[in-house]
């Protein structure tokens, strides 16, 4: 039986009130919810390292993620054996400002983590349709569950870049779609996007959301309204297909 001891500063009680299917932790600030985050993700890592040698891990970018990823790649664990991927990255080479990995270089492994296999979802190529099959290729060949996969949410109520408005958005948001990487076009994404799909996102022991501030927070209520469609806020699409509780963490 996993405990994750949240974080002493852990301001409210979990509550369901959002959602039957999303546990909401609350944290007094984001180094809090940093800290806490960082240790429930180690710890579904060292389980998995302990029950099947390795652990798998998908992470989003943006920028709310931060803190986290810098608290995460302070957990101490063997991480030679943990697989790390993203959840979506933009098509931007990986020194660009916006690119994912570029983030994940800059703070998850500026330390031990290093020493974590990362797997991107970008590869040199003049168009992504040409790169596709090759990452395809790689992602497909993840020893899936995920063992944590950690989501933000943007104020459309996409996450990962599951975009309202996406060209490849119905494709992606099959349930029973068989691809676990799409490209994907949509207004509101400034540039291409490679995007994990809903089933794979899914495909996870411990599946977290990651959103900081009122506004936020008030998108997701939204989202989860009962006349709101999956493809109008996909994060909806989450928590409602989602077979364990999403755990939210957040902080005002
Ligand atoms: O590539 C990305 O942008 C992320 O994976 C995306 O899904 C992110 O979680 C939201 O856009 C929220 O981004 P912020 O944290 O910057 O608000």
Not at 8 to 27: G, K, T
């Amino acid at each position: 039986m996993k405990m994750h001891l949240d974080s002493a500063r852990d301001v409210r009680p979990r509550r369901r009130d959002l959602h039957a299917n999303l546990i909401e932790h609350a944290y007094a600030d984001g180094i809090a919810l940093a800290r806490a985050l960082a240790s429930a993700v180690a710890c579904d890592l060292r389980d998995a390292i302990l029950t099947r040698g390795i652990g798998l891990l998908a992470l989003s970018g943006g920028t709310t993620p931060q803190r986290f990823l810098i608290e995460l790649g302070r957990q101490r664990l063997d991480w030679g054996r943990v697989v790390v991927t993203l959840a979506d990255e933009r098509w931007v080479k990986p020194d660009d400002a916006r690119s994912n990995a570029r983030l994940l270089r800059e703070t998850l492994f500026a330390g031990a983590a290093a020493a974590a296999r990362f797997e991107p979802l970008f590869e040199p190529a003049y168009h992504p349709d040409a790169a596709l099959p090759r990452i395809a290729r790689r992602i497909d060949a993840l020893p899936l569950p995920f063992d944590a996969v950690v989501l933000g949410m943007g104020g459309d109520g996409h996450t990962a870049s599951l975009f309202p408005g996406g060209d490849t958005l119905a494709q992606a948001l099959d349930p029973h779609g068989r691809q676990r990487v799409v490209l994907l076009h949509a207004p509101a994404a400034p540039e291409p996007r490679i995007t994990l799909t809903l089933p794979t996102l899914l495909a996870t022991t411990a599946l977290y959301l990651h959103i900081e501030g009122d506004a936020k927070r008030a998108v997701l209520a939204k989202a989860l309204d009962a006349y709101t469609r999956n493809e109008d806020m996909p994060i909806r699409a989450i928590v409602n297909c989602a077979g364990e509780p999403l755990r939210m963490y957040w902080c005002a």
